[in-house]
T-cell receptor, first 117, second 110 residues
């Protein structure tokens, strides 16, 4: 299995809703990432988990709350979002070890298209 | 802070018209330079990793090269299915993350 699976593919939520994005990989990767991508812009890093521990938080607002329950799963909990948070949310994973990253890179999921109304 | 700049922002090619995309970078200790292809509404798809100056990688009509300050992605005799956004990203020795450039949107017309 060489995929990163994200659910749901599309999500529409109101500004008072609470929702969660899910990401799953079974490649044995021990680093997982959340990126946010606005239209016609590059992906921007939000969070990095390494061995299930949060290692990087790129000053993301607290209305985004990441969680890594185990080495295969990554969640992003959403609460009280704003319309400007509408974007494509991408999950990625990477193997530990320079040689593996060199040959296979970081693997991205297809993303969740989030619309906040 | 790591910085990646890609040019041009957009490129329109006729089928068969070869061209090159540029990625300039500033990074404290390059661990790897990555090229990705992204189709609209999809996640980035891994193409190549380059690590050291002088290195080259090839895949079908694509060839990536690396110097100490920039990388080039050459598209030889492109086909319409090569239309996509091509993203360049760097991973520095300082951290376990990718920093992306703005991308080059390539459109190949038949």
């Amino acid at each position: 299995d060489t995929e990163v699976t994200q659910t749901p593919k599309h999500l529409v939520m109101g500004m008072t809703n609470k929702k969660s994005l899910k990401c799953e990989q079974h490649m044995g990767h021990r680093a997982m990432y959340w990126y946010k991508q606005k239209a016609k812009k590059p992906p921007e890093l939000m969070f990095v988990y390494s061995y299930e521990k949060l290692s990087i938080n790129e000053s993301v607002p607290s209305r985004f709350s990441p969680e890594c329950p185990n080495s295969s799963l990554l969640n992003l909990h959403l609460h009280a979002l704003q319309p400007e948070d509408s974007a494509l949310y991408l999950c990625a994973s990477s193997p530990r070890g320079t040689e593996l990253t060199y040959n296979y890179g970081y693997t991205f999921g297809s993303g969740t298209r989030l619309t906040v109304v | 802070e790591d910085q990646v700049t890609q040019s041009p922002e957009a490129l329109r090619l006729q089928e068969g018209e070869s061209s090159s995309l540029n990625c300039s970078y500033t990074v404290s200790g390059l661990r790897g330079l990555f090229w990705y292809r992204q189709d609209p509404g999809k996640g980035p798809e891994f193409l190549f990793t380059l690590y050291s100056a002088g290195e080259e990688k090839e895949k079908e009509r694509l060839k990536a090269t690396l110097t100490k300050k920039e990388s080039f992605l050459h598209i030889t005799a492109p086909k319409p299915e090569d239309s996509a956004t091509y993203l360049c990203a760097v991973q520095s020795a300082a951290g376990n993350k990718l920093t992306f450039g703005g991308g080059t949107r390539v459109l190949v017309k038949p």
